[in-house]
T-cell receptor
Framework: NAGVTQTPKFQVLKTGQSMTLQCAQD?????MSWYRQDPGMGLRLIHY???????DQGEVPNGYNVSRSTTEDFPLRLLSAAPSQTSVYFC????????????????FGPGTRLTVT | AQKITQTQPGMFVQEKEAVTLDCTYD???????LFWYKQPSSGEMIFLIY??????QNATEGRYSLNFQKARKSANLVISASQLGDSAMYFC????????????FGTGTSLTVIP
Protein backbone atom coordinates (compact mmCIF):
# COMPACT_ATOMS: atom_id res chain seq x y z
CA ASN A 1 0.00 0.00 0.00
CA ALA A 2 1.26 3.45 -0.90
CA GLY A 3 -1.07 5.09 1.65
CA VAL A 4 -1.75 8.74 0.84
CA THR A 5 0.26 10.26 -1.99
CA GLN A 6 0.51 13.92 -2.93
CA THR A 7 2.01 15.61 -5.93
CA PRO A 8 3.91 17.80 -6.43
CA LYS A 9 6.17 18.03 -3.37
CA PHE A 10 7.18 21.60 -4.14
CA GLN A 11 5.62 24.26 -6.32
CA VAL A 12 6.26 27.92 -7.03
CA LEU A 13 3.48 29.95 -8.61
CA LYS A 14 3.10 33.51 -9.69
CA THR A 15 0.18 35.53 -8.39
CA GLY A 16 -2.89 34.83 -10.48
CA GLN A 17 -1.82 31.44 -11.77
CA SER A 18 -3.97 28.40 -11.16
CA MET A 19 -2.94 24.87 -10.36
CA THR A 20 -4.16 21.57 -8.97
CA LEU A 21 -2.63 19.72 -6.06
CA GLN A 22 -3.15 16.01 -6.48
CA CYS A 23 -4.03 13.60 -3.69
CA ALA A 24 -4.71 9.89 -3.91
CA GLN A 25 -5.17 7.11 -1.38
CA ASP A 26 -5.32 3.34 -1.81
CA UNK A 27 -6.90 2.40 1.50
CA UNK A 28 -10.51 2.68 0.33
CA UNK A 29 -11.12 5.47 2.82
CA UNK A 30 -14.31 7.40 2.35
CA UNK A 31 -13.26 10.44 4.36
CA MET A 32 -10.64 12.71 2.78
CA SER A 33 -9.58 16.23 3.65
CA TRP A 34 -7.21 19.03 2.77
CA TYR A 35 -5.37 21.15 5.31
CA ARG A 36 -2.99 24.02 5.16
CA GLN A 37 -0.27 24.45 7.75
CA ASP A 38 1.10 27.86 8.54
CA PRO A 39 3.61 28.70 11.28
CA GLY A 40 1.97 29.06 14.68
CA MET A 41 -1.48 28.15 13.38
CA GLY A 42 -1.51 24.39 13.35
CA LEU A 43 -3.48 22.67 10.61
CA ARG A 44 -6.56 24.38 9.26
CA LEU A 45 -9.18 22.48 7.31
CA ILE A 46 -9.81 23.74 3.78
CA HIS A 47 -12.27 21.23 2.36
CA TYR A 48 -13.30 17.71 3.13
CA UNK A 49 -15.27 14.88 1.58
CA UNK A 50 -17.21 12.03 3.15
CA UNK A 51 -17.42 10.04 -0.06
CA UNK A 52 -17.40 10.21 -3.86
CA UNK A 53 -19.55 13.08 -5.06
CA UNK A 54 -19.82 14.72 -1.63
CA UNK A 55 -17.66 17.64 -0.55
CA ASP A 56 -17.99 20.35 2.04
CA GLN A 57 -16.16 23.44 3.19
CA GLY A 58 -13.88 23.58 6.17
CA GLU A 59 -12.52 26.53 8.10
CA VAL A 60 -10.61 28.28 5.29
CA PRO A 61 -12.21 27.37 1.92
CA ASN A 62 -11.90 30.69 0.06
CA GLY A 63 -9.74 30.53 -3.03
CA TYR A 64 -9.87 26.73 -3.25
CA ASN A 65 -12.08 24.23 -5.05
CA VAL A 66 -12.36 20.49 -4.67
CA SER A 67 -14.16 17.63 -6.34
CA ARG A 68 -14.41 13.94 -5.53
CA SER A 69 -15.28 11.85 -8.54
CA THR A 70 -13.74 8.64 -7.18
CA THR A 71 -13.06 7.23 -3.73
CA GLU A 72 -9.31 7.31 -4.39
CA ASP A 73 -8.72 10.86 -5.60
CA PHE A 74 -9.33 14.24 -4.02
CA PRO A 75 -7.64 17.07 -5.95
CA LEU A 76 -7.41 20.62 -4.60
CA ARG A 77 -7.59 23.45 -7.10
CA LEU A 78 -6.21 26.94 -6.55
CA LEU A 79 -8.22 29.17 -8.83
CA SER A 80 -6.07 32.31 -8.83
CA ALA A 81 -3.06 31.99 -6.57
CA ALA A 82 -2.33 34.72 -4.05
CA PRO A 83 0.72 35.22 -1.78
CA SER A 84 -1.56 34.49 1.20
CA GLN A 85 -1.83 30.93 -0.09
CA THR A 86 1.85 30.30 0.46
CA SER A 87 1.75 27.36 2.83
CA VAL A 88 2.31 23.65 3.27
CA TYR A 89 -0.69 21.63 2.13
CA PHE A 90 -1.56 18.24 3.53
CA CYS A 91 -4.07 15.75 2.25
CA UNK A 92 -5.41 13.15 4.67
CA UNK A 93 -7.79 10.23 4.65
CA UNK A 94 -9.55 8.08 7.20
CA UNK A 95 -12.28 5.54 7.60
CA UNK A 96 -15.75 6.83 8.26
CA UNK A 97 -17.55 5.82 11.40
CA UNK A 98 -18.86 7.15 14.63
CA UNK A 99 -16.45 9.54 16.27
CA UNK A 100 -15.49 7.86 19.51
CA UNK A 101 -14.89 4.53 17.79
CA UNK A 102 -11.48 3.06 17.17
CA UNK A 103 -9.59 3.08 13.91
CA UNK A 104 -10.61 6.56 12.82
CA UNK A 105 -7.23 8.24 12.80
CA UNK A 106 -6.27 10.19 9.73
CA UNK A 107 -3.42 9.13 7.50
CA PHE A 108 -1.52 12.02 6.00
CA GLY A 109 0.28 12.49 2.74
CA PRO A 110 3.83 13.90 2.74
CA GLY A 111 2.67 17.45 2.01
CA THR A 112 3.11 20.00 -0.77
CA ARG A 113 5.12 23.12 -0.09
CA LEU A 114 3.61 25.92 -2.15
CA THR A 115 5.12 29.36 -2.64
CA VAL A 116 3.20 32.11 -4.40
CA THR A 117 5.25 35.11 -5.48
CA ALA B 1 -14.22 29.26 20.51
CA GLN B 2 -11.22 27.07 19.88
CA LYS B 3 -12.06 23.40 19.71
CA ILE B 4 -8.54 22.36 20.68
CA THR B 5 -6.18 24.41 22.82
CA GLN B 6 -2.51 23.70 23.30
CA THR B 7 -1.07 26.34 25.60
CA GLN B 8 2.60 25.35 25.47
CA PRO B 9 4.25 26.67 22.31
CA GLY B 10 7.58 25.15 23.33
CA MET B 11 8.79 22.63 25.86
CA PHE B 12 12.19 21.30 26.86
CA VAL B 13 12.90 17.98 28.52
CA GLN B 14 16.06 16.21 29.57
CA GLU B 15 16.78 12.95 27.82
CA LYS B 16 15.33 9.94 29.72
CA GLU B 17 12.92 12.15 31.66
CA ALA B 18 9.13 12.15 31.24
CA VAL B 19 7.26 15.11 29.79
CA THR B 20 3.58 16.08 29.64
CA LEU B 21 2.16 18.04 26.73
CA ASP B 22 -1.13 19.75 27.53
CA CYS B 23 -4.30 19.67 25.47
CA THR B 24 -7.79 20.86 26.31
CA TYR B 25 -10.80 20.48 24.08
CA ASP B 26 -14.25 21.95 23.72
CA UNK B 27 -17.24 19.92 22.65
CA UNK B 28 -20.80 19.22 23.70
CA UNK B 29 -20.95 16.05 21.64
CA UNK B 30 -20.91 12.84 23.70
CA UNK B 31 -19.22 11.00 20.82
CA UNK B 32 -15.73 12.19 20.00
CA UNK B 33 -12.21 10.96 19.58
CA LEU B 34 -8.95 12.55 20.62
CA PHE B 35 -5.69 12.07 18.76
CA TRP B 36 -2.07 13.03 19.08
CA TYR B 37 0.23 13.43 16.10
CA LYS B 38 3.97 13.98 15.89
CA GLN B 39 5.56 16.10 13.19
CA PRO B 40 9.35 15.81 13.06
CA SER B 41 11.45 18.35 11.20
CA SER B 42 11.11 16.25 8.04
CA GLY B 43 7.47 17.34 7.93
CA GLU B 44 5.40 14.17 7.89
CA MET B 45 2.49 13.73 10.27
CA ILE B 46 2.74 10.59 12.39
CA PHE B 47 -0.21 9.26 14.35
CA LEU B 48 0.74 8.44 17.94
CA ILE B 49 -2.26 7.63 20.10
CA TYR B 50 -6.04 7.71 20.27
CA UNK B 51 -8.61 8.09 23.06
CA UNK B 52 -12.33 7.63 22.52
CA UNK B 53 -14.86 9.56 24.54
CA UNK B 54 -16.38 6.33 25.83
CA UNK B 55 -13.11 4.69 26.76
CA UNK B 56 -12.91 4.01 30.46
CA GLN B 57 -9.16 3.64 30.61
CA ASN B 58 -6.38 5.95 29.51
CA ALA B 59 -4.82 4.97 26.20
CA THR B 60 -1.22 3.78 26.08
CA GLU B 61 1.06 3.05 23.13
CA GLY B 62 4.58 2.14 24.13
CA ARG B 63 6.19 5.21 25.70
CA TYR B 64 3.14 7.33 24.95
CA SER B 65 0.15 7.56 27.23
CA LEU B 66 -2.84 9.84 27.18
CA ASN B 67 -4.03 11.32 30.46
CA PHE B 68 -7.75 11.63 29.73
CA GLN B 69 -9.73 13.73 32.19
CA LYS B 70 -13.20 13.91 30.71
CA ALA B 71 -14.77 16.25 33.25
CA ARG B 72 -11.95 18.74 32.78
CA LYS B 73 -11.95 18.18 29.00
CA SER B 74 -8.26 17.56 28.92
CA ALA B 75 -6.25 14.98 26.98
CA ASN B 76 -2.61 15.44 27.89
CA LEU B 77 0.10 13.41 26.19
CA VAL B 78 2.73 11.89 28.43
CA ILE B 79 6.00 10.76 26.89
CA SER B 80 8.08 8.62 29.21
CA ALA B 81 11.85 8.13 28.98
CA SER B 82 12.33 10.88 26.40
CA GLN B 83 14.70 10.23 23.53
CA LEU B 84 16.48 12.65 21.21
CA GLY B 85 14.25 11.45 18.39
CA ASP B 86 11.21 12.73 20.28
CA SER B 87 12.19 16.29 19.40
CA ALA B 88 9.35 17.40 17.13
CA MET B 89 6.08 19.32 16.95
CA TYR B 90 3.16 17.60 18.63
CA PHE B 91 -0.42 18.23 17.66
CA CYS B 92 -3.56 17.37 19.57
CA UNK B 93 -6.69 16.79 17.49
CA UNK B 94 -10.34 15.96 18.01
CA UNK B 95 -12.96 14.37 15.83
CA UNK B 96 -16.59 14.80 16.80
CA UNK B 97 -19.80 13.36 15.42
CA UNK B 98 -21.82 16.59 15.52
CA UNK B 99 -19.71 18.31 12.89
CA UNK B 100 -19.68 15.50 10.35
CA UNK B 101 -16.67 13.79 11.83
CA UNK B 102 -14.39 16.70 11.01
CA UNK B 103 -10.99 16.84 12.65
CA UNK B 104 -9.89 19.89 14.61
CA PHE B 105 -6.23 20.50 15.38
CA GLY B 106 -4.48 22.55 18.00
CA THR B 107 -1.63 24.92 17.22
CA GLY B 108 0.96 22.44 18.40
CA THR B 109 3.76 22.20 20.96
CA SER B 110 7.39 22.13 19.94
CA LEU B 111 9.29 19.64 22.09
CA THR B 112 13.06 19.70 22.36
CA VAL B 113 14.86 16.86 24.09
CA ILE B 114 18.16 17.94 25.62
CA PRO B 115 21.00 15.39 25.83
Amino acid sequence: NAGVTQTPKFQVLKTGQSMTLQCAQDMNHEYMSWYRQDPGMGLRLIHYSVGAGITDQGEVPNGYNVSRSTTEDFPLRLLSAAPSQTSVYFCASSSPGLAGSRGLEQYFGPGTRLTVT
Amino acid sequence: AQKITQTQPGMFVQEKEAVTLDCTYDTSDPSYGLFWYKQPSSGEMIFLIYQGSYDQQNATEGRYSLNFQKARKSANLVISASQLGDSAMYFCAMREKNTGNQFYFGTGTSLTVIP
